[in-house]
């Protein structure tokens, strides 16, 4: 079955509605269709990261691993990629993949919706398509500065609230309501991207360094 989608907003759209209907194993691969390559430019957002080789990355929110794969790559055979999820089929579809693509340096993690459970502090926690989905951000935000090596930063991508239906089911958060949660968290604003039409790019690092 051709699971190409034929443009980036029908993609975008199809992955909201099917965030809505809960994620599923097939929710994730629709998620990872190389189509959304055209209007998510992986290349390009994980370039605006400049993860040294060797660093810790935690992909909060993996799904089934779309921006894994490319931070994968960022972080070398040194480096480890904690993909990190609630969702045991999110989970299960990263156990697969890391047989299927063969990468060593991924590790998958069972997250629960207030703790990360990140087993040991990262250089950078990366997160796209997620921050809308969760509770208590500003205290969830606040607590993981702990879990950051030192000049760790995070990084956020989610949807612009623009269009009939990603403003009427909510999956999507301004950008300026970003900023003002991560600066009450604790953070400052580091880069602000404009790489995806459809997103907002931000990253942040502690505001007490
Ligand atoms: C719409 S999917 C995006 C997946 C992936 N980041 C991508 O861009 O393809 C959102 C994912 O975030 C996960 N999620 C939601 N809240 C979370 C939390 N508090 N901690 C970790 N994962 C969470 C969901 O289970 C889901 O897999």
């Not at 991560?182 to 505001?207: N, P, T």
Request: glycine share 8%; proline share 6%.
């Amino acid at each position: 079955m051709n699971h190409r989608l034929p443009c980036k907003s029908l993609g975008s759209l199809l992955i909201i509605v099917l965030s809505l209907t809960g994620c599923t194993e097939l929710t994730y691969q629709r998620m990872n269709d190389p189509s959304r390559d055209v209007w998510q430019k992986p290349q390009g957002v994980v370039g605006k990261l400049s993860i040294a080789p060797g660093s810790r990355v935690a992909d909060l929110g993996s799904g089934g691993g779309y921006f894994t794969w490319h931070l994968s790559k960022a972080v070398g055979s040194r480096g480890t990629v904690y993909a990190v999820d609630i969702e045991e089929s999110a989970i299960n579809m990263i156990f697969k993949e890391m047989v299927a693509r063969g990468t060593p340096n991924v590790r998958p993690v069972r997250a629960e919706p207030h703790d990360p459970k990140l087993p040991e502090p990262v250089d950078l926690v990366f997160s796209c398509n997620v921050y809308h989905d969760m509770n208590n951000r500003i205290d969830y935000f606040r607590s993981l500065a702990s879990s950051l090596r030192p000049g760790g930063r995070v990084a956020i991508l989610d949807y612009h609230p623009r269009g009939f239906l990603s403003g009427m089911f909510g999956h999507r958060t301004a950008k300026e309501e970003v900023r003002r949660e991560m600066e009450a968290a604790g953070y400052r604003l580091l880069d602000d991207y404009d790489v995806v039409d459809s997103q907002h790019f931000q990253i942040f690092a502690k505001a007490d360094r």
